[in-house]
Nanobody, 126 residues
Framework: QVQLVESGGGLVQAGGSLRLSCAASGRPFSMYAVGWFRQAPGKEREFVATINRQGVSTRYADSVKGRFTISRDNAKNTVYLQMNSLKPEDTAVYYC???????????????????WGQGTQVTVSS
């Protein structure tokens, strides 16, 4: 079992920044890839970014490339999502999730992630 807790969400003006954190407990943190996903009202959950278990391979959705950065600190059992140049369309609940089957890879597909956090709300005002 893995428990994931997101934090760092809030209300920010367009152009601003936020840093989300995903704190993990349970099985050894370095065993799994971690992804960030988001879900806006009335929309399906979508991929944002992912990082492999070693922290050396990352992927991003095209909509956030160049603005968001995912990183992890295995010593602190935490993954971060630095979000810069935020836009109103980034407004959503952001979730982190763990993928134990990824090996040294990191995948975008939602169904590959076995454990999910409860989410943190990010609201970007125009």
């Amino acid at each position: 079992q893995v428990q994931l807790v997101e934090s760092g969400g809030g209300l920010v003006q367009a152009g601003g920044s936020l840093r989300l954190s995903c704190a993990a407990s349970g099985r050894p943190f370095s065993m799994y890839a971690v992804g960030w996903f988001r879900q806006a009202p009335g929309k399906e959950r979508e991929f944002v970014a992912t990082i492999n278990r070693q922290g050396v391979s990352t992927r991003y959705a095209d909509s956030v490339k160049g603005r968001f950065t995912i990183s992890r600190d295995n010593a602190k059992n935490t993954v971060y999502l630095q979000m810069n140049s935020l836009k109103p369309e980034d407004t959503a609940v952001y979730y982190c999730a763990a993928d134990f089957q990824a090996g040294s890879s990191a995948y975008q597909e939602t169904y590959k992630y076995e454990y999910w956090g409860q989410g943190t709300q990010v609201t970007v005002s125009s």
